[in-house]
Structure formats: structure tokens, C-alpha cells
């Protein structure tokens, strides 16, 4: 990057929000993705819209790359700079602008936690429905960029299902505002649907208005023990076909349970083939319904053990054994790949059966956790040495037979995660040329230079 362009970008944000010697840079290399790394030319760190969209007209009128990041998080590779260019970290817009119980909704800047806006909307109890893995330091911004999901979709959707308006700032500079403060506007077309999940490739997010629920009185949370996936998968069906939707589906395959017990101590049943975390809230009466109707479903389907969780120390401990299950299993080698997929409710068990074909084929350890009640599966792969790189390279042939099955039983390669540059090379497959080109011509609309986070969706 040239010099006056680094000139100009310390004098849009001052000298104190502006990085680029090599220890400023390492940390901006990679996000939580692993095998992808790539180093930025500079980093700066804006304070308002205003410096955005100057840093963005500056990048534009130069050809240099931008990359926006909130805190890394993102398990794609969406914030790898691939070509070099300015991470435009959005960590210092990092206020609640507004909670607003009459209207349900929030008004945030994008460098605010998941965590941090759920907790403020409990204190004035209201829900923040999203709930990533990583909500203590995922932002607003990167789980807005991403469409993150989490361990309550089943019930209440995505974050696109939340995102009211945007304030948003195109690669060109202007700064425009999409939808609003209604739960109704249908006026055009809906870019605030487009910009949710565009993965910062066609406008910079500086402000979201986000629809707020009124906060469940009470929640309930318990586990059923299963001798293999297969069963479990029929308890699965079992309970969506009694007319339940739980707020709470998960499940943990026999690899991440003994992963997670032998991590947190929590006392899980390490002799069972899979575990089934069950949960719902709402009114009381309603929870102990919905409750008792799941637990008799995972009996009636053959459960080993079925258990409630009486006391909320307890719900909380069951819903750690999901929360932890990733750095449960990056104990077991230096490098672990997680990935999603998703395939059609039913097909679960069958998901999870090819995917133990295909690493027992590529001779890597894959385990497998994931959202049995909307089909979204985690396989992750966990490998002792990262310089061992022949078993690098039969993970990654594994994952691409992986996101073929998925294709295959009706699914896609990406459930909550996102394409990033991790999934890219398998988004033409996924939809096909036709609307990988439609996509290239939507990118061309935004950002003509072609300068906000290339080599990702667009390009």
C-alpha cells in the first residue's frame, strides 16, 4: 500500500487508531478459521460512521482492499485479508444506542457482544433471541454479517429473522439506511435482508436496529442418553411430530461426549452412543408440559437415561456440555477444523453415518455435534500436529466429500457459519452458475472497484 494512502488513513482516524508494523499485524492475519492466513497491509479502527465512509472513499479512489472485522470470531475465513488491503475493525462502535421496551427492538453499533445486548435486554426483560456458540465475543456486527444462528433456532430462526434497519456505508462512501423501526415495511426492495448475511462484502454495517422478544417467565432444560445417533434421531422426529417445538435441540455424538466429560467433569454418561439436550421455555405450566412430552418421546424411542434438570445451576450445566464441546474436543490435537453442514431434519442420522464413512476413508477423527432439530450438523476434525500436514490434506478431502453428501441428502454446505473463503470453492455446486453469476452482478451494484472484502461472496 502506497504511501500517501497510509498518510490518509492516520489522518481520518489519528495516529493512536492506526496499525501496521508486523506484531500490530500478526493478530489481524486470521480469524477463528484454521489453514487460512493472510497479513493486511494496515489496521485502523474508526470511531463513527463519518470515518468509515471516509476511510472507504479513500480505499476506493485508491483500489485497495477493505475487510471488515468485528472480533474474529467467525469460523469461514470472512475477515482474512486474502489480498492484502485495510481490516476496518469496528471494535471501538461499541455502544447500545437504545433499548426500547414499547417498541421491542434495540438500536446498537456493530462492536457490541452478543452477550452484552442480551444481557441489557434481560434487565429489561426482554430476550435477545440469537445465541451463537461464541456470543461472549461474537459481535453485533460480524453475527448480523454472518446470519449467525445458534442453539435456539429451532424456535426462534436466525438473525436475519431480528434485523429491523441497518445503517450501512457502501464502498463508494455514501451512507445509506435500510428498513427502520417497524416489524412492518415492505416499501422496495428489502436490502436489509441482503446486506444480513452478505459477510462484509457489499456495504460496511455502522448500526442495526434489532427486534427484541419479551423474555420467556421460565425455561426448562434436560438430557436423554441414547445407545447410537440413529436412535436419537428418532426421538428427533418423534418429538417435532408430536407438535413440540422446543427451544433447546441439541446433540452430541459418543467422540464429544467423552471429549466434554473428560474436559468439564459435568458427569455425563460416558457409555452412551449419543447424547439429546432437550429444552423449551415460556409459561410455567407450558414448560412442564412441553417438558414432560419430550422426556416420554426420548423414552418411548428407546432413551437409556432420561433426566431434568431441576435447578437452574443444573439447566445451565447440562446447556455447558454443548456450549464447551469445541474446546473439548481442540484438547485432543493442536489443530481442530470445525465446519457445518445442514441436511433435512430426517436425514441426520444418515448425515452422521457418512460422515463416519468418509473419515474412517481419510483415516482423520471426525466428531460430530450440532442442532438436531434443524438439521445443522458441526463434523469436526481434530489433528494432533499442524505440521502433520498429509493429515491436512485428508481432512480437507474429507470436508469436500462431506459437503457433497450434505448436497446430496438435500442439504447445503453451510447452515449458521457462512461461506467466507473457507466454503467458497464449493458455493458454484451449492447454487449452481446461473446464481453465482446473479450474485457477481448484485456485488458490481455495490462496490463497482470491486475493493470490500474480495475473494469472497461476489467474486
Given at each position: 500500500?502506497?504511501?500517501?494512502?497510509?498518510?490518509?488513513?492516520?489522518?481520518?482516524?489519528?495516529d493512536a487508531h492506526y496499525r501496521d508494523t508486523d506484531g500490530d499485524l500478526v493478530p489481524f492475519s486470521r480469524d477463528a478459521t484454521p489453514l487460512f492466513s493472510a497479513r493486511p497491509d494496515a489496521v485502523v479502527f474508526p470511531a463513527d460512521t463519518h470515518e468509515v465512509a471516509a476511510v472507504l472513499k479513500l480505499a476506493t479512489r485508491h483500489a485497495v482492499p477493505v475487510i471488515p472485522r468485528g472480533a474474529g470470531s467467525n469460523l469461514c475465513a470472512a475477515t482474512v485479508a486474502l489480498r492484502g488491503g485495510i481490516v476496518l475493525a469496528l471494535t471501538r462502535l461499541d455502544r447500545i444506542l437504545e433499548i426500547a421496551p414499547p417498541e421491542l427492538l434495540a438500536r446498537v453499533q456493530p462492536g457490541v457482544t452478543s452477550t452484552a445486548l442480551a444481557d441489557a435486554a434481560t434487565r429489561e426483560d426482554l430476550l435477545w433471541a440469537p445465541d451463537p456458540g461464541s456470543r461472549a465475543v461474537a459481535t453485533i456486527g460480524g453475527t448480523i454479517a454472518t446470519n449467525a444462528g445458534g442453539l435456539r433456532g429451532l424456535k426462534y430462526g436466525v438473525t436475519r429473522d431480528y434485523v429491523l434497519g441497518l445503517e450501512a456505508v457502501l464502498p463508494t462512501g455514501e451512507i445509506i439506511r435500510t428498513g427502520g423501526r417497524l416489524h412492518k415495511d415492505v416499501a422496495g426492495y428489502d436490502l436489509t435482508r441482503l446486506l444480513t448475511g452478505s459477510e462484509g462484502t457489499l456495504a460496511v454495517i455502522t448500526e442495526a436496529t434489532l427486534a427484541l422478544r419479551p423474555a420467556p417467565r421460565t425455561s426448562g432444560t434436560g438430557v436423554a442418553?441414547?445407545?447410537?445417533?440413529?436412535?436419537?434421531?428418532?426421538a428427533v422426529a418423534a418429538i417435532i411430530s408430536d407438535g413440540v417445538l422446543p427451544a433447546t435441540l441439541e446433540f452430541l455424538d459418543r467422540s464429544c461426549v467423552r471429549a466434554v466429560e473428560e474436559f468439564a467433569g459435568l458427569g455425563l454418561r460416558t457409555d452412551a452412543g449419543a447424547l439429546l439436550l432437550f429444552g423449551d421455555d415460556g409459561e410455567p405450566d407450558s414448560v412442564a408440559?412441553?417438558?414432560?412430552?419430550?422426556s416420554d418421546a426420548c423414552s418411548a424411542q428407546g432413551a437409556l437415561e432420561v433426566t431434568t434438570a431441576a435447578r437452574i445451576a443444573e439447566a445451565e450445566a447440562l446447556l455447558a456440555a454443548r456450549r464447551c464441546a469445541l474446546p473439548a474436543l481442540s484438547r485432543l490435537g493442536s489443530l481442530t477444523i470445525l465446519e457445518d453442514a445442514t441436511v433435512p431434519r430426517p436425514r441426520i442420522a444418515e448425515m452422521v453415518e457418512r460422515i463416519d464413512r468418509i473419515a474412517e476413508r481419510h483415516d482423520v477423527t471426525i466428531a460430530t455435534f450440532g442442532h438436531a432439530g434443524d438439521g445443522n450438523l458441526h463434523p469436526t476434525c481434530v489433528i494432533e500436529s499442524r505440521e502433520d500436514t498429509e493429515s491436512v490434506a485428508r481432512a480437507e478431502h474429507a470436508f469436500g466429500e462431506i459437503f457433497s453428501a450434505a448436497m446430496e441428502l438435500g442439504g447445503t454446505i453451510t447452515g449458521e457459519h457462512g461461506v467466507g473463503a473457507a466454503k467458497?470453492?464449493?458455493?458454484?455446486?451449492?447454487?449452481?452458475?446461473?446464481?453465482?453469476?446473479?450474485?457477481?452482478?448484485?456485488k458490481?451494484?455495490?462496490?463497482?472497484?470491486?475493493?470490500?472484502?474480495?475473494?469472497?461472496?461476489?467474486?
Open positions: 500500500m502506497q504511501a500517501p494512502v497510509r498518510a490518509a488513513l492516520k489522518s481520518i482516524v489519528g442418553y441414547f445407545s447410537d445417533l440413529a436412535t436419537a434421531g428418532r408440559r412441553v417438558m414432560a412430552r419430550m467458497f470453492p464449493y458455493l458454484s455446486a451449492q447454487l449452481g452458475s446461473d446464481q453465482v453469476s446473479l450474485l457477481r452482478r448484485v458490481d451494484a455495490f462496490d463497482p472497484a470491486g475493493i470490500l472484502n474480495p475473494g469472497k461472496l461476489g467474486s
